[in-house]
């Protein structure tokens, strides 16, 4: 006898990869960079454009849309039932200011390519489907990044999201006013009962261990501090080496303490990273009185990123103590490590295993929309390898076959997660 999974794949319908590839290149050349990438800042006269034609290719199909008071995007594929809440699949459609053609923009075009897929084949699932382009993911033109996605999940309120401003001093608020996508629905009018997103790696893990996909589980956890070893300033010629309080060395201490504990990490999953170094009135032959670091760490377990927090503690003490300065550590944001829903997640594996590819579970490194949403709607994500791992970048590049790949598993997904009873 048949199991019901081969019945499934058997009935599964195939998705269009020239059509998906195609409509890939059209939205790239909608505010194209220089370099062959995409440039379409949130809100911005190209992202306008971009979201008109998806829009386009949408209404092409017979859906109908709303958008939310962050001018997020819900475009309905209607179900047999469509008093049940809808299945989503989506991503986002702005970009860094030279950003690649991939980034995001895979996630909402594989989501129409389902439609489209489902549309010409007359399916219907037993749930709608609605595809979501998330306003302002990059964070770029208006920070912070993951805005749209943040009101809908209420992790940002809507007063913060709409008073940030860009370089010209216009407020999302604004733009989002004149843009025409501002409406009056929040989640409580748009609630979802799963959420699927599909995203480049921007890393180089599958495409080092030549994975078409990987399905993600999670999304690592990070915490930001500022550090700063404060002693005394002074003369480099007369002050003896055992009499100084000097902060630059207790800092250079502690950075080599550091990166000895998290290369110690067998799993080679902590991450450190001190993004900026400053020395206060820097002078050759002055002993420093400050120095300032901004560190970031990130794991994947959060027991883990805690005992990088207690370790990091540990050193600055010590390090401060040894030199004789003081230290002071301000810890400025800490994102726990995000777990994705269990049954979904097992949904995009059965799926990538019925189509025969292996069902490599992997952590993201990157946040995205779908941390967001995670905390209100049970969430999963889909990844496909970049070239080189590169991102936010006009070289970024996926192959056309991955795209393809990934988006059969998506579609045979969001088919069995809305057809579920
Ligand atoms: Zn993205």
Redesign the pocket.
């Known amino acids: 006898m048949m199991s019901t999974q081969g019945l499934q794949m058997l009935a599964s319908p195939k998705i269009n990869s020239e059509r998906l590839w195609a409509s890939l290149m059209e939205m790239a050349s909608i505010g194209p960079s220089p370099n062959g990438g995409s440039r379409r800042l949130a809100l911005s006269n190209e992202d306008l454009d971009g979201r008109r034609k998806l829009l386009d290719w949408a209404e092409l199909l017979g859906c109908t849309w709303q958008t939310d008071q962050a001018g997020n995007m819900f475009i309905v594929h209607p179900g047999h039932d469509n008093n049940l809440s809808p299945v989503a699949v989506g ?2 459609l702005d970009t860094q200011p030279l950003g690649g053609r991939f ?2 923009v895979l ?1 909402v075009l594989a989501g129409l390519e389902v439609f489209r897929t489902l549309n010409e084949q007359g399916i219907k699932t037993r749930r709608p489907l609605v595809l979501v382009n998330w306003t302002n ?2 964070g770029s033109r208006f920070a912070p990044a993951m805005g749209g996605s943040g009101v809908y999940s209420q992790r940002l309120s809507l007063e913060d999201f709409r008073a940030a401003r860009d370089k010209d001093s216009i407020t999302l608020g604004e733009a989002l006013d004149e843009s025409g996508y501002k409406g009056s629905l929040t989640r409580h009018d748009l609630p979802l009962a799963a959420y699927l997103e599909l ?2 790696e ?1 890393g180089p893990i599958l495409e080092k261990k030549g994975l078409p996909l990987g399905i993600v589980s999670g999304v690592q956890g990070l915490r930001w501090y500022d550090i700063t070893f404060t002693g005394d300033s002074a003369h480099a010629g007369p002050t003896p080496m055992e009499y100084r309080h000097d902060p630059l060395m207790a800092a250079t201490g502690f950075i080599e303490a550091m990166r000895q504990s998290v290369r110690d990490d067998v799993d080679g999953i902590s991450r450190l990273t001190i993004g900026d170094f400053q020395v206060a009135e820097p002078s050759r032959n002055v002993i420093p009185g400050a120095v300032t670091l901004q560190v970031d760490v990130r794991h994947t377990d959060e027991n883990a990123l805690q005992q990088l927090d207690d370790t990091l503690r540990t050193h600055v003490k010590a390090f401060a103590e040894r030199e004789g300065v003081s230290a002071d550590i301000r810890e400025l944001w800490h994102m726990p490590v995000t777990y994705f829903d269990a049954s979904l997640v097992e949904d995009l594996s059965s799926a990538a295993q019925a189509l025969g590819y292996p069902p490599f579970r992997m952590m993201s490194g ?1 946040g ?2 779908a941390v967001n949403v995670s905390y209100v709607t049970p969430t999963a994500m889909l990844f496909i390898p970049c070239r080189g791992g590169i ?1 936010h970048n006009e070289r970024e590049y996926a192959e056309p076959e991955h795209c393809a790949i990934a988006t059969q598993v998506l579609c045979d997904a969001l088919l069995r997660t809305a057809n579920r009873e």
């Open positions: 991503s986002h980034d995001g996630g993911e990059e995203h480049i921007q990157a995205h929309d991102s």
